[in-house]
């Protein structure tokens, strides 16, 4: 059996490269945000609609998903911090059963409402493509920041586009 010798200086570059944390990768979008009911965790349902005048952070996640976990406290750090000023989370789980996700829960627990779209009803209607996905919506209801992904440190992004849309 033949074996291409390793190349050193690809593999050291490739492992550099590997080391550098992504960009977050973040748009800015608009348009009416849908308006969807889902029940929460708590038992009662909670429509999109009746959070109208308040800063909305959509983010949807699973828990089999490294990233959304380590997110999880730095969005519960942000509702916390923020919720006086007329901003909430919504942590929207797109799992079929909802087991994993309350277990989860257990282990990493957060005090934003947690919402179950067992049927991916609502991440089809906001074409969610990869976990987690965040949507920033304003007062309004008007959608206007669109993030991908996450590693630590994306959350002062989320920080400064919070802030921003609070004190509009």
Known sequence: MYHKPL???ALIFFLAASLVTAPLSASEISGVAPDFTLKSKGGSNIRLAD??????????WASWCGPCRQEMP???QLYTRY???????LGVNVETDSRAAD???KKIPVSFPILYDSTSSVSE?????????SLLIDRDGKLRHLYHGYKPGYEEKYRTDIKALIRE
């Open 125 to 133: 209607l906001y074409q969610v493509q990869a976990m987690p996905t």
């Open 103 to 105: 277990n989860l829960l």
């Open 74 to 76: 730095a969005l519960d």
């Open 83 to 89: 919720q006086r000023g007329g901003f909430t989370v």
């Open 7 to 9: 190349n050193i200086v």
């Open 51 to 60: 959070l109208k005048g308040k800063v909305v952070l959509i983010n949807f």
